[in-house]
């Protein structure tokens, strides 16, 4: 069984202040680990995705988060946020072998303050 | 490419009442895939998809729902009769296959039950 952990539910900042949004997993065997954004009134997309290789992934709009094995941790992180960072983030995590079933986690909500 | 598609985007209905939403996945895509997103909470996999064949339905509360896919391609999911805790945003997704675990979500269905 596989289990995520967000243990933030709400996390205000100011503009153009850095964040990072926790994220702890839970699994008996490898994994790959992903972040998605859910924007005001639209789907979940995929914001980056960690699947082997370099620990440190990064999206193409500065977000970036680093797999921690030995911490089991996924945590995503932003040196300075925009408005339009506003939305819900949701780290999840799937075996990566074998039957793939993907595991959400509760999701955190990130207010930028203007 | 398109997109996943779903509808209708909204529904109110009253308890005992059914419902059902339909879901086509993007071209291609062999792995479809139903969540139950409630307020406040992750989304969480209802049923997945491989072609028409179901992989896991574990989780789908089967006296009142009910999903099928035919001929592999588009899906519908049936709530019948629906109770007031079924008050949920309804998510499709599809994936490529098993392979990474990237899944593409449609903008989903939100359900009031009354």
């Known amino acids: 069984a596989q289990s995520v952990t967000q243990l933030d539910s709400q996390v205000p900042v100011f503009e153009e202040a850095p964040v990072e949004l926790r994220c702890n997993y839970s699994s008996s065997v490898s994994v790959y680990l992903f972040w998605y954004v859910q924007y005001p009134n639209q789907g979940l997309q995929l914001l980056l995705k960690y699947l082997s290789g370099s620990t440190l992934v990064e999206s193409i709009n500065g977000f970036e988060a680093e797999f921690n094995k030995s911490q089991t941790s996924f945590h995503l992180r932003k040196p300075s946020v925009h408005i339009s960072d506003t939305a819900e983030y949701f780290c999840a995590v799937t075996p990566a072998r074998g039957y793939q079933k993907v595991t959400f986690g509760t999701g955190t909500k990130l207010q930028v303050i203007p | 490419e398109a997109g996943v598609a779903q509808s209708p985007r909204y529904k109110i209905i009253e308890k005992r009442q059914s419902v059902a939403f339909w879901c086509n996945p993007i071209?291609?895509?062999?792995?479809l895939y139903w969540y139950q997103q409630i307020l406040g909470q992750g989304p969480k996999l209802l049923i997945q998809?491989?072609?028409?064949?179901?992989?896991?339905d574990s989780q789908l509360p089967k006296d009142r729902f009910s999903a099928e896919r035919l001929k592999g391609v588009d899906s519908t999911l049936k709530i019948q009769p629906a109770k007031l805790e079924d008050s949920a945003v309804y998510l499709c997704a599809s994936s490529h296959g098993q392979s990474t675990g990237e899944l593409f979500f449609g903008e989903g269905s939100r359900l009031t039950v009354l």
């Open positions: 071209s291609g895509h062999a792995t």
């Open positions: 998809f491989q072609n028409n064949g179901v992989v896991d």
